[in-house]
């Protein structure tokens, strides 16, 4: 099997559309497990890490941020018709990002306060996640993402098994670290027993509530947290706030900020 | 087994029993305050114990505040147990490495390098460290990692002489008087004439220790003051569980109205099986590196609350949050019964602490017992 791989390396591009970076950031921080992932692959493209430009088509494409504009919406489908397996990296891949907070708003009205030439700007009105223009065969998530998952991730595909990457609330990894939970302890409004486990539970471990940066877990029940926290003294605004972060435009996040909006 | 040693001890002599098991070799553990909760953690002397802390506990809240009386044992249980040491949440399996297409394994977990003593044992965490005993060793299956870190470990008992609000041992029967094994059981007293433990040791082990200590045996009104201390827990306790025929209550009430109700609050978010001292579902992780040469197997604590945990062919059998909390509870206080012949709840009460959404097991049964009563007297 190795030098079968040796053979043919599995080849890797990366593909960045309205994102800060970060999350492709994270994969040149794997500093233990990068020359082992260089070595293991081959980086057919990667702008950020390497002048390599090589063309299509690629093993699997790793895709960052989300579609904004009417150019990315039509190149996104120029990756996915070359790569195998295409893979989001980050809440705004995933989720359409903190970007998508104007999908409440009227984008028209920010480009005429922002720019001091508005006619250049073009744009779409909603900052939207990649699936929602082509298949997704895997959706990476957090803001930006934890790069042992993506380690991880890079690993299963190369050893054709399913990644450890597990679905549940932030709350047992929580757990099994030892915190003390914050709401029930401090009376701390957290977002982790709705929000996807990856982070390994860094917030709590600070004193604080968790954000949300790794969206909705796999049975997020919004509606009894909804009520949890309006127990602990927040108003429907402020909970209204506390879903609209990175993963604003998750759906489960989305219907709950929009039904305490107003209460 | 020798005749049962009962002497009074001054409290100084509690920070003299955490040096003295140290000196035998014994990582000594015990309750200590961190992020505003008592939590287990090294002690290397009376000063890391809560002394003078007590706690406040409800369905979804826990405060820890000032008591009055300068106790060192003071606070009921908080969010963690024994099975922290015990069953831990993590624990490598084995690492493995291929060197010229040969897979070796390169060794599984060792033991503690010291083994545990545990300071300030509860009647209901002795109750559930006899169950995981159950669970973990009495089987077909001895779970090596569990094995190895408990049959060296030391046991200190505290009795309890107040309740938490969620407590409900009483009626569970397995506290707050200690009736498991210990090697040394203590019982705290403060009140007008002073501040002095009553110790017990049945065995051996624990009467070496206590003879370490400066001590005299205990007086007859000595002994009755910690009963009616202890008693008085018990007569504390504001929650119980009303467990007649609770098997056959839960097995025929599969279809009640009020899962639906408990789902529509449940989170999913599995805190309470994650506190439960009792609960002991792990699952088994393997990372295989992206060179593939080399290759780790993890356990870590898993859950009933989680989708994957019911995942079989072609997906995953308890999807609703309805399924998943009744399979909790019917497993804890019914198959396990079948299962492993006692309740697998022992009363603590931490799910309904540490329940993000406050959900109370004893209310659950409760109203699924009383809408059956109510049902059979309409019939
Ligand atoms: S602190 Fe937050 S993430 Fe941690 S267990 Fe509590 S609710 Fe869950
Ligand atoms: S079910 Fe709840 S009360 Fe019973 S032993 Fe577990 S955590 Fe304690
Ligand atoms: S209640 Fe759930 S997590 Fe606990 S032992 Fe039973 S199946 Fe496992
Ligand atoms: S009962 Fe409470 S602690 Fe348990 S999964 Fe449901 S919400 Fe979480």
Redesign the pocket.
């Known amino acids: 099997m190795n030098s079968e791989r040796k053979k043919k390396k599995p080849r890797v591009a990366v593909f960045k559309f309205a994102s800060c970076d970060g999350c492709q950031l994270s994969l040149l921080d794997a500093e233990d497990e990068l020359l082992a992932v260089a070595g293991a692959v081959e980086i057919a493209y990667f702008p950020e890490a390497s002048r390599a430009m090589l063309k299509g088509p690629y093993d699997i494409a790793l895709v960052e941020g989300s579609i904004t504009t009417h150019p990315d919406a039509e190149r996104i489908q120029q990756v996915r018709r070359q790569a195998r397996t295409l893979v989001t990296i980050g809440a705004c891949a995933t989720a359409g990002g903190i970007q998508a907070l104007r999908n409440w708003k009227d984008v028209a009205e920010f480009i005429r306060v922002v720019y001091p030439s508005p006619q250049f700007i073009s744009t779409l009105k909603l900052s939207t996640p990649i699936a929602e223009h082509v298949p997704v065969d895997f959706e990476l998530r957090g803001c930006p993402i934890n790069h042992y998952q993506l380690i991880e991730l890079i690993a299963a595909t190369l050893a054709g098994r399913k990644p450890n990457i597990p679905a549940y609330s932030v709350c047992l990894e929580c757990k099994r670290r030892g915190n003390v939970c914050v709401p029930v302890a401090h009376g701390t409004p957290c977002l982790g027993p709705v929000t996807q486990a990856g982070c390994g539970a860094i917030c709590p471990a600070y004193d604080r509530g968790c954000y949300g940066c790794y969206g909705p877990m796999e049975s997020p029940n919004t509606a009894s947290l909804t009520s949890q926290f309006r127990i602990l003294g927040q108003s429907g605004q402020e909970i209204s706030r506390a879903f609209r972060s990175f993963n604003a435009w998750a759906w489960q996040f989305r219907k709950a900020s929009e039904e305490c909006e107003r209460t | 087994m020798a005749e049962r040693l009962q002497a009074r001890l001054a409290p100084e002599e509690i920070d003299k029993l955490i040096r003295g098991l140290a000196r035998r070799g014994y990582q000594v553990l015990g309750p200590t305050v961190r992020d505003g909760a008592i939590v287990y953690d090294e002690v290397a002397g009376a000063q890391d114990l809560p002394r003078g802390w007590t706690d406040e506990q409800e369905a979804g809240r826990y405060r820890l505040k000032p008591g009055t009386d300068g106790a060192l044992f003071g606070c009921s249980v908080g969010p963690e147990s024994w099975k922290k040491y015990l069953h831990p949440a993590q624990v490598k399996l084995f690492e493995a490495d291929r060197q010229d297409g040969l897979f070796r394994i390169l060794g599984g977990p060792a033991p503690p390098a010291r083994p545990y003593a545990f300071l300030g044992v509860r009647a209901?965490e002795l109750a559930?460290i006899a169950v995981q005993d159950r669970v973990l060793l009495q089987d077909k299956y001895r779970d090596p990692v569990y094995g190895s870190r408990r049959d060296p470990a030391f046991l200190v008992a505290v009795q309890c002489t107040q309740a938490a609000a969620?407590c409900?041992c009483a009626s569970?029967g397995t506290g707050p008087q200690v009736r498991g094994a210990a090697d040394l059981t203590l019982t705290e007293i403060v009140n007008a004439e002073g501040h002095w433990f009553l110790a017990e040791a049945d065995g051996d082990r624990g009467q070496e220790v206590l003879a370490e200590l400066d001590r005299r045996p205990a007086t007859d009104e000595e002994l009755r003051l910690a009963r009616t201390a202890v008693e008085s827990a018990a007569a504390q306790q504001v929650r119980r569980m009303d467990t007649a025929g609770i098997r056959d209550l839960l097995y025929q009430n599969f279809e009640h109205p009020r899962w639906d109700e408990v789902a529509a609050r449940c989170l999913t978010c599995a805190n309470?099986t994650m506190?439960?001292?009792?609960?002991f579902c792990t699952t088994v992780e393997d990372d295989s590196g992206v060179t593939g040469d080399r290759a780790e197997r993890w356990r870590r604590w898993d859950s009933c609350f989680t989708m994957a945990f019911s995942y079989i062919h072609g997906g995953s059998v308890r999807t609703s949050s309805k399924a998943r909390y009744r399979q909790w509870l019917t497993h804890?206080?019914a198959s396990w019964i079948d299962q492993f012949g006692s309740s697998?709840?022992?009363?603590?009460?931490?799910?309904?602490a540490w329940c993000p959404a406050g959900i109370d097991?004893t209310e659950e049964v409760h109203a699924i017992r009383g809408a059956v009563n109510h049902g059979n007297t309409d019939a």
């Open positions: 209901c559930a969620t409900f569970m309470c506190v439960c001292p009792t609960c804890k206080l697998g709840c022992v009363g603590c009460g931490r799910c309904i097991l």
